[in-house]
């Protein structure tokens, strides 16, 4: 144990970055939560008007459920692809099948992709002009053309394969991890004992996999909360507000409508989410230490 | 079932997959090397009759994609090398020694990584431009480099901690000081681990659009992924073609990049996902 305050030199230039481009400015996110201020006006007195009407907007409950709905169907989609992906290359390693390294790669080249370019990306895909690709598929193949982004329901779905096809890297190498970690004893018993494949996966894989797969779906909420730049280049948030979710309201309301009260008491609801997620998160990796 | 059953249906499962992976890039590039007027025909054409690079000269040369993709280059390589700089020390203390107010330090570290650079940005384009100091790139390369730290941080201290101590300590019988021991003996043995932390800091740098669409708006500033959703806003159906070669040339750099340092990123993904 150093008791030398020197030891916090190490720490300078991290506290000095992380003071100046992240701690302040939160703080100062809080205080402009509670005042009048535009984003080119400064502040002239204090109060909850911006709380009070960014939270009694109307707009604010139409958000939320956009953010809890694409949240949820994303978190669950990302793992669920991930969780697939991730076994089949370990089924496939384990028999020294073909390819596997070339599916790995392909999954993990969507992650290395611009949000923008994402979104851009399936605009063009999702197109519903009669030359869009998948709707000119469906027409060669006879199907009926399917209004994918000005129908404010599919526009949402649309949006989470957007999200779900960038992201399943993610998952994907978490639980290839996990799942290599498994002890193989456990398999082998299970076969001896007889155990179908299914049955191995529900009693052996899923409790094995149960820590990672906890971490995991923190870590994709707070990612799938943070971000808006897919949906941005998408939908634009729209049609109407179908998609537009909490972080691209935020961004619209402070950038648009230079509305920095507003859009700051909005910002603290975010950042307040994600900091609760973290202390579940941290949580969860102490008691997984602990054990 | 047999297990060469299961070895059929992994085939299947595995090439549907990559199908459905894949796809969306292939459009990309097929609609980049049509003509107007093979992109009104849809997906019949899916392999172009009459391919042309027209759409790639006409970006890179007519419209300054070339500049976006070096204004793109600057900017993350500049905020990841940065990133790396900072966090490298704090690592190594992290890792060699131990002392109180070691543990909260290094959670206050990773929860600084959760925080939307949304929530961040507000004040900073206040504080920026009562400073003067908006439409530039030293502002910009300066938040990539914080976007960057945390994660470099628990990444580099993960590499340090495989470092036996046996080799410093040697080293420190021979009588190197605390910083030579650093600089000569475990910097070079943890390359690995700043390489990989100094590439996940530029993949990230590459698909930023909040920061620098926010701090900078002169067009011959901006990095790519902020030219592409601008072009795509001036765009119609009869340039979907450029669209297409304007995101390919987008995306291209990073997936070279991903391609030939595939082993590091995974490697660096897993530490991440693993400890923090």
Known sequence: MIRDRRVWLWFAPVMLVLGGVYLVPVADVIRFSFSDATLLRPVTGYGLDGYRAAYNDDSLGVVLRNTGLFTLLSVISLQAMGLAIALLLVRGDRRRLYGMGALRTIVLAAWVIPGIANGLIWQMLFSEAPFGAINSTLRLIGLAPVAWLSDPGNAMISAVIANVWQGSAFSMIVFYAARRAVDPVLYEAASVDGASPVAQFIFITIPQMRGALLVNSILVTIQTLNTFDTILALTGGGPGRATEVLSLNIFNRVFYSYDLGGGSALAVLLLAISMALTVIYLLVLMRKGAR | ?276
């Not at chain 2, 060699?96 to 909260?104: A, D, M, V």
Request: glycine share 6%; with cysteine.
């Open chain 2, 1 to 276: 079932m047999t297990p060469r059953m299961g070895d059929r249906l992994t085939y299947v499962a595995g090439i549907i997959l990559a199908a459905l992976f894949l796809m969306p890039l292939l459009w990309l590039v097929s609609l980049s090397l049509r003509t107007p007027a093979e992109v009104y025909l849809g997906a019949a054409r899916f392999i172009p009759e009459a391919p042309t690079l027209d759409n790639f000269r006409l970006i890179l040369t007519d419209r300054a994609f070339g500049t976006y993709l070096w204004n793109a280059v600057k900017l993350c390589a500049l905020g990841a090398l940065g990133a790396v700089i900072v966090a490298t020390p704090a690592a190594y203390a992290a890792s060699r020694f131990s002392f109180r107010g070691k543990g909260p330090v290094m959670v206050g570290i990773l929860m600084v990584q959760m925080i939307s650079p949304l929530v961040v940005i507000i004040p900073l384009y206040r504080y920026l431009d009562r400073l003067g100091m908006l439409e530039s790139h030293l502002s910009v390369i300066a938040v990539y480099m914080a976007i960057g730290v945390p994660l470099s941080v628990w990444l580099i201290k993960v590499g340090f901690d495989t470092i036996p101590k046996a080799l410093e300590e040697a080293a420190a019988i021979d009588g190197c000081t605390q910083f030579e021991i650093l600089w000569r003996i475990t910097l070079p043995l943890a390359a690995p681990a700043l390489a990989s932390a100094f590439i996940l800091n530029m993949i990230m740098g590459w698909s930023q659009f909040l920061v620098p669409f926010i701090l900078l708006t002169r067009d011959g500033q901006l990095p790519i992924a902020v030219a592409i959703y601008n072009f795509a806003g001036s765009s119609s159906a009869s340039t979907t073609q450029l669209l297409a070669a304007a995101c390919l040339v987008a995306v291209v750099p990073a997936l070279a990049a991903f391609l030939a340092l595939q082993r590091l990123i995974v490697r660096a993904i897993m530490a991440g996902a693993v400890k923090g």
